[in-house]
């Protein structure tokens, strides 16, 4: 059975709490954590695009937040980014 739902990540309390080299990968992070917390699976790949979205300004310059679509099939966790 798939399960779509759209969720908007915060990034900000990344770009506050890290020094500017590490903020992108922290972003990372969080978005995965994020998905595992309100999916419930371990199971997760993010696209591509999400991740040049987080890094297309830089390591230093990450977007506040990031709109994200996630498609659940059985285990499986699928996340695209919305534009």
Same mark, same amino acid.
């Given at each position: 059975?798939?399960?779509?739902?759209?969720? +908007?990540?915060?990034?900000?309390?990344?770009?506050? #709490? @890290?020094?500017?080299? =590490?903020?992108?990968? $922290?972003?990372?992070? *969080? %978005?995965?954590?994020?998905?595992?917390?309100? +999916?419930?699976?371990?199971?997760?790949?993010?696209? #591509? @695009?999400?991740?040049? =979205?987080?890094?297309? $300004?830089?390591?230093? *310059? %990450?977007?506040?937040?990031?709109?994200?679509?996630?498609?659940?099939?059985?285990?499986?966790?699928?996340?695209?980014?919305?534009?």
């Amino acid at each position: 059975m798939e399960d779509e739902r759209i969720y +908007t990540i915060p990034l900000r309390d990344v770009t506050n #709490n @890290s020094p500017s080299t =590490k903020r992108a990968p $922290r972003a990372m992070r *969080k %978005i995965r954590d994020f998905l595992k917390r309100h +999916t419930k699976s371990d199971n997760i790949k993010i696209d #591509n @695009s999400i991740n040049e =979205k987080v890094w297309e $300004r830089s390591l230093n *310059k %990450i977007p506040a937040r990031i709109r994200v679509k996630v498609v659940k099939e059985d285990d499986m966790v699928i996340a695209t980014l919305i534009k």
